[in-house]
Nanobody, 124 residues
Framework: VYLVESGGGLVQAGGSLRLDCAAS?????MGWFRQAPGKEREFVAA????????YYADSVKGRFTISRDNAKNTVHMQMNILEAEDTAIYYC?????????????????????WGQGTQVIVSS
């Protein structure tokens, strides 16, 4: 499975962006992670195959919304009220189809496939 992200860019603090990720085939749970300069890659949000379960990092809860369209093999993340601290490269990740919704959804080990990343810069 190949993943391609899009939608990153430069935005002012308080603004919004939507990230999109297109998968080349069927996937299971999907997630977004981010990596700021000099920091470890961290979990941002995840969504189950059905879309019925979502989970967010505390730092983005209430501001970011993850969704998916299985007919198009896409996952999206609407990011509102962006802060300078949200500046990072954002990576889309996908688990194998058929996997369960488990504690690994917030860990990198829970995902088998990764995109190349899309840059988000929030100016303050």
């Amino acid at each position: 499975v190949y993943l391609v992200e899009s939608g990153g860019g430069l935005v002012q603090a308080g603004g919004s962006l939507r990230l999109d990720c297109a998968a080349s085939g069927r996937t299971g749970n999907m997630g977004w992670f981010r990596q700021a300069p000099g920091k470890e890659r961290e979990f941002v949000a995840a969504i189950s195959r059905s879309g019925g379960n979502t989970y967010y990092a505390d730092s983005v809860k209430g501001r970011f919304t993850i969704s998916r369209d299985n007919a198009k093999n896409t996952v999206h993340m609407q990011m509102n009220i962006l802060e300078a601290e949200d500046t990072a490269i954002y990576y889309c990740a996908a688990a194998e189809s058929g996997g369960s919704w488990s504690s690994a959804i917030w860990e990198k080990r829970g995902y088998a496939y990764w995109g190349q990343g899309t840059q988000v810069i929030v100016s303050s």
